[in-house]
């Protein structure tokens, strides 16, 4: 019966499972590794992800085709899509997650879909959210840069990492709403740079091989041997940059409902809603969420130099004109 630790973010989940490699693909989905050493398994930890193997699998309500139903209340809660049953006792500690497979004979591409799904409906409950984001502590703030494939979350991340700054995550996050506010923690310990970054920012080649990386080459290194690297730690986010590249690098502020309807395009890409109720709890977090932080449209230029007005921008923008109404 393997046992290892995954860290989602500042969240830490040691996972159990039978069989298959069921810790490998929750690994996979999430880009983190799972710890199997001694010293991660003796670390408390907030969640138990258990993946039994039992022959007798919960009742389910009915399943709409693509769908996904969430039931119960607290501090029972379920989650059934047509392959995967969640069930959460959130008043257990650490909280306990048993999740069952219903159809061992899926696709491997199809199963990691329907867990993805129901992964980030059980952090959505836990008050979390997986942005597909860099995050950056450099002048003082913690500033995110959410973007697609390509938009130059990493590049961004290694310019301000060259100047001194502490990377927290370069490609995803985890957005946590607690009592205390809105925190952000990184989960990547490896950076993926492709050929054109490579080139600008180090003056020899790196000696990883380029891999396929979906569907562009890039070099996978640890990440601590590009930038000061803290993953897995919680701090209070400040700006939030929508990144993309265009033809001439340009940083404006955004207005809160702009900055809200691509929050909640960035972040619903990775979510199935079940009702209004679920849709609305997804939505006031990224409200709350924009009240706290000042949002930026940044243009990246194709020149990587004009990196530098991104530093100039950070150091001179003082703490309190970073508002935005």
């Known amino acids: ?11 830490s989940a040691r996972i159990i499972w039978h069989g298959r490699h ?12 799972v710890k199997t050493h001694a010293t991660e398994l003796l670390r408390p930890v907030d969640v138990e992800l258990v993946f039994p193997e039992v022959d007798e699998r919960p009742t389910r309500p009915f399943i709409p085709f693509d769908g996904m139903v969430l039931c119960g209340d607290h501090p029972r809660r379920e989650i059934h899509t047509e392959v995967v049953s969640a069930i959460m006792d959130l008043a257990s500690d650490p909280v306990r997650v048993e999740i069952t497979i219903r159809d061992a004979g899926i696709a491997h591409f199809d199963l990691c879909v329907h867990l993805t799904v129901v ?13 597909h984001a860099a995050a950056v502590r450099f002048a003082g703030r913690v500033s995110l840069f959410l973007g697609d494939k390509g938009a130059g979350k990493t590049t961004s991340s290694l310019r301000l990492g060259r100047e001194g700054a502490t990377v927290l995550g370069e490609d995803h996050i985890i957005l946590r709403r607690g009592r205390d506010g809105f925190r952000v ?9 492709d050929a054109k970054t490579e080139r600008h920012f180090f003056p020899g080649l790196l000696s990883a091989r380029p891999c396929d990386f979906a569907g562009i080459l890039k070099k996978e290194v640890p990440a601590r041997e590009v930038f000061d690297s803290q993953p897995y730690t919680d701090h209070r986010p ?51 969420f924009s009240r706290t932080v000042a949002a930026y449209d940044l243009e990246l230029s194709p020149d990587l130099h004009e990196l530098d007005r991104l530093v100039d921008f950070l150091h001179a923008e003082p703490l309190a004109a970073l508002s935005v109404s």
């Open 1 to 11: 019966m393997p046992v290892g630790v995954i860290r989602f973010g500042s969240l």
């Open 22 to 33: 069921r810790g490998e693909d929750v690994a996979w989905i999430f880009g983190t590794p």
């Open 119 to 131: 992964l980030h409906k059980i952090l959505l409950l836990l008050g979390r959210v997986v942005l």
């Open 185 to 193: 923690s990184g989960c990547d310990e490896r950076s993926r740079l």
């Open 238 to 288: 400040d700006l939030v940059f929508f990144t993309r590249v265009g033809t001439e690098f340009a940083i404006t502020p955004l207005p809160r409902q702009a900055a809200v309807l691509r929050l909640m395009r960035a972040a619903g890409k990775l979510q199935r809603f079940v009702d209004p109720r679920d849709s609305s709890a997804f939505l006031d977090l990224l409200l709350d």
